[in-house]
C-alpha cells in the first residue's frame, strides 16, 4: 500500500470510535501506515481508557465505527448506535471537530423484498416496520451538525478478526453442512474486504479535510463528500455460494460440485420456520433459520461509481487474496500465535 | 441427404430443430443485394467471400449498402494478408516485404500474386487478387484510407512476428505478447471496421474515444477462436496460448494433450477462457453505440456465437482432442436472438454466463475470478437495462412516518372507521325502514303472513317432501 500517494503525512488528531473491533483496528493501522504522524485516539469497550469524550480531546477528525454485533439485543443496539451517535455528535460538535466519518451499513436499502440488484445511492433509506433487520434500523446517521459528515455504507465486511462472515462459513463446514446448497445460487452478492472499507474511511477523511480547508468555497454538488452517503463494496459482487465455497477450498475442503446437494430456497425457508417453531418451544436456537435460508438466496449488490467518483476509491485488495488474508490470520490464531494488528 | 446422428440429434432436442426451422422461414435481411446490377468484377469479390469465409460472409452480404462492398473488400484484404502470412513456403526475405507493403498494392490496378504453395487454401484468391483492386479502386477515399491504414498496421505487426524467429519455435510467451498478437489480427479489425461504421453514420461516433471497446470486440472473437483451435493448432504446429499461463499447469506445452493432465488441462484452459471473459461486458457496451440494424447484426451474431463457443469449451476436455462445435440449432437461435436489439444479446450473455457459472468448479485455482468475471457481466447488463429502479423503492419512503404523523395517521383511520359504521348503519335502517313499510302495506291490502309463515315452519317443510313424489307417481301413472 505505499506506492498510494498521500502527499501529506498527518491527519490532525483523529479519534476512532470502535477502534480495537474488527474494522475499527484496520482503520488504526493503515492511518499509521499512511499518515504516519497523525496522533490517534482510540474509544473502545476493550480498552481501559477513559471512556468518557472528554471535550479536551479536541479531535480534527473523527471515525465512528463503534457499533454492537448485528444480532445483539434491540435495547443494546438503540442505545449505541442511536443515543451513543447522538451524544458523539453532540461531544464532536462541543469540541469542534472538522470531519465526521460514520460507518452505516449498505443494509440501509434493504426492504422486505429481500433484493438489492445493483442499487446506489439514490435508493431511499428504509426504516421501521419495511426495514427486516434491526440492527440496520439504528444505523443511519443522525441529524446533521455544522460539521462536515459522510456516511459510509460498506456491504458484507470480511477479513481478519471477522466475528461473523467467514467464521459463520467455516462454522457450516466444520458441522459438515457445506454439501448442501440452499437455492439455485444464481444470487450475486457484495462481499467487502475490511482494508478495502478501511481504506475508504481514509479517503472519506481527506476529502472532508479538504472540503474543510477550502472553505468558505463549497464543492460542487457532483463532487460534494459531506452530508453525502457512499456504498462500499469489493466491486465484485459474486455468487453468494461461489464466495463460501472458495472460504472452504481455502479452508481444505476439495468436495466436487457433483457432491453438492441443491435445496430449493422454498423448501428450506418452510422447514427453517418449523424448526425456529420446534426449537422456539423448547427453548433453544435451531441449526437451520428462515433468516439464514433468506440470507443464503438473497440478490444483494451495489453499484459503487459514486465512491468511485467522489472518494476516488477502488478496492485495493481483491476478493480472493482478501480470503487468503483472513484465513491465514484465523490459522496463525488457533496454532497459538498472537493476533497481529491491535492496538495497546 | 442428413446424417442419421443428426435426425437423432434433432429428435431428442426439438427446441434445436425449431430454432433452425425459425430461423429459416422467418429471417429476412435487413437489406438485400442486387447481384444482376453488380459488374463482373465485383461479382467475382463475392464469389470469393463466400470461398474464403465461412462464417462472415452471410452477415456482411447482408450489410447497409453504403458498406456492403467496402467491408466485403475489407474482408478480401485482409484474408490476403492472412494467407501470405500463413505460407510456410514463401521464404521470409520475400514475405516481409510483402507483409510490410501490401497496404501500397491495394491501388495497383492489376496487382496479383501467385507465389503461394499449391496447398495454401486460399491461393485462388492472391493469383485473381486484382479483382479486389479493381473494385478497391472505386470505393469512396474515406473508406479507402481507413481499409489501407489498418491494413499497413497488421502488415506490419505481422511482419514483425515473422521475423521474431523465437515466436516461431515457441509460440506466444506472455500474455502481453498474446494480447499485442490478438491485437494485431483481431483488434485491429475492430478499429477499421470501427472507423467504418463512424464515417457511414451508422454507429455513435463516441465509439472512437473509447479505443478500448472495439479492441475488446476483436480480441473476445480472437481468443474464443485460439482457445477452441488449440488442437487444430497443434497440428499445424502452432501455438497461441502463452506460456505465461499453460506453464503454470505442465512443464511442455504438449502435456497438456495427454489424457492423464486432463484436471490440469482444464484448470488451464479456465485460466484461458477467464482471460477472455473479461472483455465480455465491453462487447456489450460496444454494442450499444451502433445505430443501424444491419451494421448490429454484423456485429452481435459473431459475439453471440463466441460466447456460446466459450461455454461449450468451458471444462469440456474435447477441446484437447477435436474440434468443438456449437450445434446449428443453437447457432440459429443465437442469430436470432442477435438480429433485433441489445436487450436479447443481453439476454444471451447473460444465459451464457450463467451456464458457465454453473460448470464452474471450486477445485479450479481459477474458480472465483470465473465467478466474479461472470457477475460482472450480470452486473454490466443490470446498469444498461436495470431489472430495479429507485422510483419503484419511492413507495416505502411515503410508508416511513415521522411520530406526529404517525399519530395523524392513526386518528385518520380511526375517523375513517366509524365513518364506515355510520354509514353501515344508515344502510341498514334504511333498508329496515323500507321492509317495515312495505309490510304494512301488503297487510293492509291484505297479505295473509300467517299462513305465509306457516308454510316455512319445518314441519311444513319436511311434509311437502313425500307430496312431490306422490305427483311424480301420478305422473308416471299417466304414461
Redesign the interface.
Known amino acids: 500500500m505505499s506506492d498510494l500517494a498521500f502527499s501529506n503525512d498527518s491527519l490532525g488528531h483523529v479519534l476512532i470510535t470502535g477502534g480495537c473491533g474488527f474494522l475499527g483496528h484496520h482503520i488504526v493501522n493503515i492511518l499509521l501506515e499512511r499518515h504516519p504522524s497523525t496522533r490517534i485516539t482510540v474509544l473502545d469497550l476493550r480498552t481501559n481508557v477513559n471512556r468518557n469524550l472528554s471535550p479536551k480531546l479536541r479531535p480534527d477528525v473523527v471515525i465512528h465505527t463503534a457499533s454492537p454485533h448485528a444480532f445483539a439485543a434491540r435495547e443494546v443496539l438503540w442505545k449505541v448506535n442511536v443515543e451513543g451517535t447522538k451524544v458523539l455528535l453532540e461531544a464532536a460538535q462541543k469540541s469542534g471537530v472538522k470531519a465526521f466519518v460514520h460507518t452505516s451499513s449498505a443494509s440501509v436499502?434493504m426492504?422486505r423484498s429481500m433484493?438489492?440488484?445493483?442499487?446506489?445511492e439514490?435508493?431511499?433509506v428504509?426504516?421501521?416496520?419495511?426495514q427486516p433487520e434491526y440492527y440496520t434500523t439504528t444505523k443511519p446517521p443522525t441529524a446533521p451538525p455544522t460539521f462536515l459528515t459522510t456516511a459510509l455504507r460498506p456491504a458484507g465486511i470480511f477479513g481478519e478478526g471477522d466475528g461473523q462472515t467467514l467464521p459463520g462459513m467455516l462454522n457450516v463446514l466444520a458441522q459438515g453442512k457445506h454439501t448442501f446448497q440452499i437455492g439455485a445460487?444464481?444470487n450475486?452478492f457484495d462481499f467487502t474486504y475490511v482494508l478495502n472499507v478501511a481504506h475508504a474511511h481514509i479517503l472519506a477523511a481527506n476529502a472532508l479535510l479538504a472540503t474543510a480547508s477550502m472553505a468558505p468555497t463549497v464543492p460542487l454538488d457532483n463532487e460534494r463528500v459531506d452530508g453525502e452517503a457512499f456504498f462500499i463494496t469489493n466491486d465484485?459482487?459474486?455468487?453468494f455460494w461461489?464466495?463460501a465455497?472458495?472460504v472452504?477450498?481455502y479452508a481444505g475442503?476439495?468436495?466436487?460440485?457433483s457432491k453438492v446437494w441443491v435445496l430449493p430456497e422454498e423448501v428450506m425457508s418452510t422447514l427453517g420456520g418449523v424448526m425456529e417453531w420446534v426449537y422456539g418451544a423448547v427453548g433453544k436456537k435451531p441449526a437451520m433459520t428462515r433468516a439464514q435460508a433468506r440470507y443464503a438466496c438473497m440478490t444483494r449488490?451495489f453499484?459503487i461509481s459514486k465512491a468511485k467518483r467522489r472518494l476516488g476509491y477502488s478496492p485495493i485488495v481483491g476478493?480472493?487474496e482478501g480470503?487468503r488474508r483472513g484465513w491465514r490470520r484465523r490459522w496463525r490464531r488457533e496454532g497459538g500465535g498472537r493476533e497481529e494488528g491491535s492496538v495497546e | 441427404m442428413p446424417k442419421f446422428s443428426d435426425i437423432a440429434y434433432y429428435l431428442l432436442h426439438p427446441q434445436e430443430l425449431r430454432s433452425i426451422l425459425q430461423w429459416n422461414i422467418w429471417h429476412s435481411p435487413v437489406h438485400e443485394r442486387y447481384e444482376e446490377r453488380e459488374c463482373h468484377s465485383l461479382r467475382m469479390c463475392f464469389a470469393f467471400l463466400d470461398k474464403t469465409s465461412r462464417s462472415f460472409s452471410a452477415v456482411i452480404k447482408e450489410l447497409h449498402p453504403e458498406l456492403l462492398v467496402p467491408i466485403c473488400l475489407f474482408y478480401l484484404v485482409l484474408r490476403g494478408l492472412d494467407t501470405i502470412e500463413d505460407d510456410m513456403t514463401i521464404p521470409l526475405s520475400e514475405k516481409e516485404p510483402l507483409l510490410r507493403n501490401f497496404h501500397q498494392v491495394l491501388e495497383e490496378e492489376g496487382w496479383s500474386f501467385d507465389g503461394n504453395g499449391p496447398d495454401e487454401k486460399d491461393r485462388e484468391l492472391l493469383v485473381k487478387f486484382h479483382y479486389v483492386v479493381e473494385e478497391f479502386r472505386k470505393v469512396k477515399p474515406e473508406y479507402r484510407e481507413i481499409i489501407k491504414d489498418i491494413t499497413k498496421k497488421m502488415g506490419n505487426g505481422m511482419a514483425d512476428y515473422a521475423n521474431n524467429a523465437e515466436h516461431n519455435i515457441n509460440g506466444v510467451n506472455t500474455i502481453e505478447d498474446y494480447n499485442l498478437y490478438c491485437h494485431y489480427v483481431a483488434g485491429l479489425v475492430g478499429e477499421g471496421l470501427t472507423r467504418l461504421f463512424v464515417e457511414s453514420k451508422l454507429a455513435n461516433p463516441l465509439l472512437l474515444q473509447r479505443p478500448e471497446l472495439s479492441e475488446s470486440m476483436g480480441q473476445f472473437l480472437q481468443q474464443v477462436n485460439i482457445i477452441r483451435d488449440i488442437k487444430e493448432d497443434l497440428d499445424d504446429k502452432r501455438r497461441f496460448w502463452p506460456r505465461e499461463v499453460w506453464s503454470k499447469y505442465v512443464d511442455k506445452f504438449e502435456d497438456l494433450f495427454k489424457p492423464e493432465n486432463e484436471e490440469k488441462a482444464l484448470n488451464c484452459s479456465s485460466e484461458m477462457i477467464l482471460i477472455a471473459l473479461q472483455r465480455a461486458d465491453e462487447c456489450l457496451f460496444y454494442l450499444a453505440g451502433i445505430k443501424d440494424q444491419s451494421v448490429f447484426n454484423f456485429a452481435a451474431i459473431p459475439q453471440s456465437m463466441a460466447i456460446a463457443t466459450l461455454e461449450k469449451c468451458f471444462r469440456n476436455p474435447d477441446i484437447f482432442k477435436k474440434n468443438v462445435k456449437i450445434s446449428k440449432g443453437n447457432a440459429c437461435q443465437l442469430m436470432i436472438d442477435s438480429t433485433q436489439n441489445l436487450e436479447l444479446v443481453c439476454g444471451v450473455f447473460r444465459r451464457y454466463a450463467?451456464l458457465i457459472?454453473k460448470k464452474?468448479?471450486?477445485?479450479d485455482p481459477n474458480?472465483?475470478?470465473i465467478?466474479?468475471a461472470?457477475?460482472?457481466i450480470?452486473?454490466f447488463i443490470?446498469?444498461i437495462f436495470?431489472?430495479?429502479k429507485?422510483p419503484e423503492?419511492?413507495a416505502?419512503?411515503e410508508?416511513?412516518l415521522s411520530p406526529e404523523e404517525e399519530a395523524k395517521a392513526k386518528a385518520d383511520a380511526e375517523e375513517a372507521k366509524w365513518d364506515t359504521i355510520y354509514m353501515g348503519g344508515a344502510v341498514l335502517f334504511t333498508l329496515f325502514f323500507i321492509t317495515v313499510f312495505m309490510v304494512v302495506i301488503a297487510w293492509f291490502a291484505g297479505a295473509r303472513f300467517d299462513l305465509a309463515l306457516a308454510e316455512l315452519k319445518p314441519s311444513n317443510l319436511f311434509k311437502r317432501t313425500p307430496a312431490a313424489n306422490t305427483e311424480k307417481q301420478i305422473h308416471y301413472d299417466e304414461l
Open positions: 436499502i426492504d433484493k438489492i440488484i445493483n442499487a446506489d439514490r435508493w431511499p428504509v426504516m421501521g416496520k419495511e445460487n444464481d450475486l465484485a459482487p459474486i455468487y461461489d464466495f465455497r472458495t472452504w477450498f475442503d476439495r468436495t466436487p460440485l449488490y453499484d476478493l480472493e480470503i | 450463467r457459472h464452474n468448479d471450486p477445485r474458480f472465483m475470478n465467478s466474479i461472470c457477475g460482472k450480470e452486473q443490470e446498469s436495470p431489472s430495479q429507485p423503492r419511492a416505502i419512503l410508508k416511513q
